[in-house]
Nanobody
Framework: QAQLMESGGGSVQTGGSLKLSCEAS???????MAWFRQAPGKEREGIAA?????????YADSVAGRFKISANRTKNMLIHLQMNDLQPEDTATYYC?????????????????????WGQGTPVTVSS
């Protein structure tokens, strides 16, 4: 069964950086992959999305200019999220998502189709 596996979460101090990775296992192909996060007591929010083949990206205002999503050029279905200048409000569990539907949408953070796969999440804690 195809799965998504996130890695790279951890604890950092304010202003620090982390790089998350998400890799698919099994027979999965997606034209749209994204990152979501969910802070305690808050709704899950989309923060960054990418078309892995074309490289187009889309960001939420809350992370634009600080976070960068990228696709590995040598390995399919492997994306990263470089997070810089982390703030306490970035503390959350970060989830990877892949839309394996025919029609996908960056602005919907790859949740437009009816075949969306979610990872289990990786926690990020930013302390002041």
């Amino acid at each position: 069964q195809a799965q998504l596996m996130e890695s790279g979460g951890g604890s950092v101090q304010t202003g620090g950086s982390l790089k998350l990775s998400c890799e698919a296992s099994g027979n999965m192909y997606s034209n749209c992959m994204a990152w979501f996060r969910q802070a305690p007591g808050k709704e899950r929010e989309g923060i960054a999305a990418i078309f892995p083949r074309g490289g187009s990206t889309f960001y939420a205002d809350s992370v634009a200019g600080r976070f960068k999503i990228s696709a590995n050029r040598t390995k399919n279905m492997l994306i990263h999220l470089q997070m810089n200048d982390l703030q306490p409000e970035d503390t959350a569990t970060y989830y990877c998502v892949a839309d394996v539907s025919r029609q996908v949408s960056l602005s919907k953070f790859c949740t437009y189709g009816d075949q969306v796969v979610w990872g289990q999440g990786t926690p990020v804690t930013v302390s002041s």
